[in-house]
């Protein structure tokens, strides 16, 4: 019975998979009865098959090393509760709608611009993951090399990324990119998440950053990870009106991590998760090094025309509370 | 019966007291092993910037390598006025050991500048209250002999505690130092005067980030009463 209404659901899965969750930093969400209700694995391990398909250069043996690999790197992050077990290979394809979630690759040349993507089945009663699929474009070249190689897109980098949205993250903005003929270059990102790789044959994503450790924190964060964290809550506004789908930045000077988080309702409220006890200093700046899309769907209002601006105060996050209260005020272009 | 004994106890403590006052105040013009000194005033300390850091995304291998500076910022401890005070154990008329605290507020600010999306330069500000727990020996120049202008020179170490605005939030850090000053007695008999002294503070940890020993100046003036 359950396959049964996950198999009908998974239509839909796709179109609201993108959906926000309200309350910190930019996850994955479903609206269940008006509800919006992050994604996430509430049961563990994550079971997962790897598809026996090879490329050339990467085996299907050294992909599901990698992807392995990928799974430990998420689970390693200090204070979260994750865990994972591989299941085993399967001639399934990892876009099969079958509710056993499948990594693997798969061709698809029409998709120019996609090295790999996430989709999920969602139980819409319970807003559990029924199924999890990551599937790698064969249609790019793919290197499974400890260095990397030239010309080539390092399987292990974005194989970290995917698995970190089959977590439950949504992209980090942290980067800079700039437009190009067909498209974006990166110039600098401090994210795994971050929507845009590198360029091919670098593997400088195969190591998460404080966004990345942040974010899964957030989701997965044990009670005693909760107890000796903090968080940043607050509004931007704009001639007193909310904004939303700002990007505020929270760096703390004295470990030089970045965290961000977004404005993610009209009144422009934001909290930025899992940060450590410190004092902080808070930037808000728009939404315009990526693709909107790449962070919220299309029916979300993201409002673009403002200029970067600085919180003129010192934000002082305590252990296990919340530094509330922070109003950014910003200008119009 | 029982009030007419209360009111010879109390006459007689009446009686007493003079004997007792005239004891502790007999001019005493050198300090002896077990003299103690109070004193308690106010000290100026200056500021120190504590860490200058850019916040970095990582460059695009593929063009370049190193960082991309997002913004720059300079973490800074303001100057503050502080109370100050002191108690002092005499060993000897020339040595005394010191324990002191000092409690100040400063403001603790953030420069956050060359943005590279030009955001507009902006010192953000916040406080800490800051206690400084001492301890010194203390040597007076001349021998603690009589005269009303009397040196000293001092040094020690101590324990630095910042609790950040709002007091969620606790750092620490320790010092040394060293100081020379004056007292200033009243009278021959030593025991009211004035202390002024200047000192330089070399305090590391705290909300410092930049693995240094800032140098701080301090001067400050207290009341000192001797017994």
Known sequence: ??????????????????????????????????????????????????????????????????????????????????????????????????????????????????????????????????????????????????????????????????????????????????????????????????????????????????????????????????????????????NGSGVQGAHVIAFNPKTGKLVAGFTLSADGAFTIAALDPGFYVVRVEPLDDADVTSFFPGSFNVDLSFQPAFYDKVVVVPRGGTASGVELKVVPK | MIRACVLALLCLAWAATPAVAQRHYIPSDQPTFGTLEVDVGGVWTGGASVGTVPADLTNNPGSGSGSFVLFETQTRVGSAPAFDGALDLFLSRHLSVEGGVQISRPALTVRNAKDAESAPDVTARSSLTQYLITGSLVYQLGGGAAGRLQPFLSGGGGYLRQVLEGGGLIETGNEVHVAGGVRYWFNRSQRLGLRADARVSLQSGGVAFDHKRHTIPEGGAALAWRF
């Open chain 1, 1 to 238: 019975m359950r396959r049964g209404v996950a198999a009908a659901l998974a239509a839909i899965a796709a179109c609201v998979m993108f959906a926000p969750a309200l309350d910190a930093y930019l996850k994955l969400g479903t609206t269940i009865n008006g509800r919006v209700l992050s994604l996430h694995w509430t049961q563990l391990p994550i079971r997962y098959f790897v598809t026996d398909r090879s490329v050339a250069e990467v085996t299907s043996q050294q992909l599901q090393q990698t992807i392995a690999t990928a799974f430990s790197t998420w689970a390693a992050v200090p204070g979260v509760s994750l865990s994972s077990q591989f299941a085993g290979f399967t001639q399934v394809g990892p876009l099969d709608n079958n509710n056993l979630t499948v990594l693997g690759f798969e061709n698809r040349p029409q998709l120019d611009r996609v090295l790999g993507s996430t989709s999920f089945t969602v139980d819409v009663i319970t807003g559990d993951i029924v199924e999890s699929d990551i599937f790698f474009n064969s249609a790019f070249a793919w290197s499974a090399a400890a260095g990397g190689e030239t010309g080539r897109f390092d399987i292990g980098s974005i194989a970290l990324h995917e698995i970190g949205h089959l977590h439950g993250m949504g992209h980090s903005a942290l980067g800079e990119t700039q437009l190009i003929a067909g498209g974006r270059r990166v110039i600098a990102k401090e994210a795994v998440m971050f929507p845009i790789a590198f360029a091919a044959g670098t593997v400088a994503d195969r190591t998460l950053r404080p966004d990345d450790i942040a974010g899964i924190e957030d989701i997965y964060g044990t009670s005693a990870f909760r107890q000796s964290s903090g968080s940043i809550g607050g509004h931007v506004t704009k």
